[in-house]
């Protein structure tokens, strides 16, 4: 751990942090979030980097948003450019939950098109929550290259992203449904379905997308279905 603190009570959570049962990391991060220290913040981001279990990660987010923001905003951009995909991953997540902009320059194409899908799906949801005023629709562009991609949570993931951009993302979404390839149209078809009626559920709209799409692709028939 590169922090050191001579503060009595940090060097008690940082121990506990490093502890081998989850949930007395669980109860240290807890604790390093009630009461914020500013020695801490470089540990609990490279914490989030390696803890295994989900809840302990997502205490140590909530600890990371209750410091002062000045500090741990550079210390999450700097895992951005990580190797590890967990610390990029986490990194874009606790910078969701932020909401401060001036991350937004740090949401590189790279990152909104990482091949791997946890960094990818983080890097969804951190964009829409952070995208300036203006920018909704260059970003809908970024994120319609990636329909079609993976399995059903991925595709879940940039649906849902997709959606939150409303009506400045349809352009990209009709443009997609129009592509080559039936996986993307069919993403694409499910998504506008989803947009303009939520409670279709993912499901649903994906299978009604695909059918959509079998009839387009019909020798002789180069209709789309209305």
Do not use: Y
């Not at 809840?55 to 895992?79: K, Q």
Request: with cysteine; proline share 6%; glycine share 8%.
């Amino acid at each position: 751990m590169t922090i050191t603190t001579q503060d009595t009570e940090s060097t008690r959570v940082l121990q506990a942090l490093g502890d081998g049962r989850a949930s007395v990391r669980l109860r240290a991060a807890l604790a390093a979030g009630s009461a914020p220290a500013p020695g801490l913040v470089t540990a609990l981001v490279e914490l989030c980097a390696i803890e295994p279990e989900f809840f302990v990660r997502d205490m140590l987010t909530w600890a990371l948003t209750r410091h002062p923001v000045d500090l741990t905003l550079p210390a999450l951009l700097r895992e951005l450019g990580s190797e590890c995909v967990q610390a990029r991953s986490q990194a874009l997540h606790t910078l969701s939950k932020l909401g401060d902009r001036r991350a937004w320059p740090a949401l590189t194409h790279a990152l909104l098109t990482d091949t791997e899908d946890e960094v990818a799906r983080s890097a969804w949801r951190a964009a829409v929550i952070l995208v300036p005023e203006g920018e909704e629709p260059a970003l809908a562009n970024v994120l319609a290259t990636q329909l079609g991609r993976g399995g059903r949570e991925t595709q879940l993931s940039l649906s849902r992203a997709m959606i939150a951009l409303g009506d400045r993302g349809v352009p990209a979404l009709e443009a997609a449904a129009t592509a080559p390839g039936e996986g993307v149209r069919a993403h694409a078809l499910a998504t506008l379905r989803l947009l303009r009626d939520p409670d279709a559920g993912f499901e649903f709209a994906v299978e009604e997308a695909k059918r959509i799409v079998a009839l387009q692709d019909r020798p002789g028939d180069d209709r789309p279905e209305q």
